[in-house]
Nanobody, 119 residues
Framework: QVQLVESGGGLVQAGDSLRLSCTAS????????MGWFRQAPGKERVYVAR????????LYADSVKGRFTISTDNTKNTVYLQMNSLKPEDTAVYYC????????????WGQGTQVTVSS
């Protein structure tokens, strides 16, 4: 059974940093594109960042560019999201996701981790 488990969320103040982790089990995801998404209260889930297979190219939403960094540790089957200079508008539930190999369709999702940024 494939599982993605996020961790690292919490309550921080504006300007602080957090690092989210997403550890996969059940299969290796080194050949998959991995992504982070977030969903704020009352809003739709939106894309935040992605990284290509085997720690390939990265891409970020404009709202987080220059502040967030996505990375992977394939030895730990883990993808990270380093979030710096956090803003209240970053408050959301953050989800990691894995695409099917060779695809950009995300088929595996974690349960989410809450990030709350106070002003």
């Amino acid at each position: 059974q494939v599982q993605l488990v996020e961790s690292g969320g919490g309550l921080v103040q504006a300007g602080d940093s957090l690092r989210l982790s997403c550890t996969a089990s059940g299969r290796t995801f080194s050949s998959s594109t991995m992504g982070w998404f977030r969903q704020a209260p009352g809003k739709e889930r939106v894309y935040v960042a992605r990284i290509g297979r085997s720690s390939g190219p990265t891409l970020y939403a404009d709202s987080v560019k220059g502040r967030f960094t996505i990375s992977t540790d394939n030895t730990k089957n883990t993808v990270y999201l380093q979030m710096n200079s956090l803003k209240p508008e970053d408050t959301a539930v953050y989800y990691c996701a894995a695409a099917a190999p060779g695809s950009m369709t995300y088929v595996y999702w974690g349960q989410g981790t809450q990030v709350t940024v106070s002003s």
